[in-house]
C-alpha cells in the first residue's frame, strides 16, 4: 500500500455514513532512536554529572525551610506562611530521596500531614513545627554520621507518632476524615 502524500483527510461516502480518516502526522513527530542510544543510561549520566551540586541544592531546600519557618514565627500560620511552609516542606519530601538524602523524606513527610490535616492551622503547635523542621536541617547536616539511619529512623518516628497523636485529636469531631488519613497507603513504602 502506497503511503499518501497529502495532509488531507480522506473520505469513504457510503449510503448512511461517512468515513473520514485523517492523515498520518504523527509519523513525522517521531524519531527512531539509534541501537546504541538508551535514555535511562543517559538520564543516570546527567544525574551523576548534577550529584556534585546535590548537597548545595539541599542546603538551599533547607533555608527556604527555615526561613519560611521564621514567617511563622513571626507572623502566625495564616494563608501565605502556611503555604509557603507546606511548599518548602513537599519540595524536601519529594526531592531528598533524588538529592541522595532519603533519610530527610520522613521528617518532611511528617510536617506536611501535619500542615495538610489539621483543620484549624492557628491550633498547631509553632514548637511542633519547629521540631520538625529542626529535624530536617539536623538530619540534613549530619547526613555523613555512620549511625545517621538510626538516629534518623527514630526522630522521624517520634515525630510522626506526636503528629499522629495531634492530628487524632484534633479530628477527633471528623471521624470519617480521620479513617482517611490514617488508613494504610495504597502505594507500598509510602
Not at 461517512?18 to 502526522?25: C, F
Not at 513571626?74 to 526531592?95: M, N, S, Y
Not at 518532611?108 to 491550633?123: F, N, V
Amino acid at each position: 500500500m502506497s503511503r499518501r502524500k497529502d495532509t488531507t483527510p480522506s473520505v469513504a461516502t457510503f449510503a448512511d455514513h461517512e468515513v473520514i480518516t485523517p492523515p498520518h502526522e504523527l509519523r513525522r513527530a517521531v524519531s527512531t532512536a539509534d541501537e546504541d542510544d538508551n535514555p535511562v543510561a543517559r538520564a543516570e549520566a546527567a544525574l551523576a554529572e548534577l550529584s556534585g551540586h546535590f548537597g548545595t541544592w539541599m542546603d538551599a531546600e533547607c533555608e527556604r525551610l527555615e526561613a519560611a519557618r521564621q514567617d511563622v514565627r513571626r507572623v502566625g500560620l495564616t494563608d501565605e506562611t502556611h503555604a509557603a511552609l507546606f511548599r518548602a516542606a513537599h519540595d524536601i519530601k519529594g526531592e531528598a530521596g533524588t538529592f541522595g538524602y532519603p533519610a530527610v523524606v520522613g521528617a518532611a513527610s511528617s510536617l506536611c500531614r501535619l500542615l495538610e490535616h489539621t483543620p484549624e492551622r492557628k491550633r498547631i503547635p509553632l514548637m511542633l513545627i519547629d521540631q520538625h523542621v529542626d529535624a530536617i536541617r539536623a538530619i540534613t547536616r549530619e547526613y555523613a554520621r555512620e549511625d545517621l539511619l538510626d538516629v534518623a529512623g527514630a526522630l522521624t518516628k517520634r515525630l510522626r507518632d506526636v503528629t499522629d497523636d495531634f492530628l487524632r485529636a484534633e479530628n477527633r469531631f471528623r471521624p470519617d476524615y480521620l479513617e482517611s488519613i490514617f488508613a494504610p497507603p495504597l502505594a507500598p513504602g509510602v
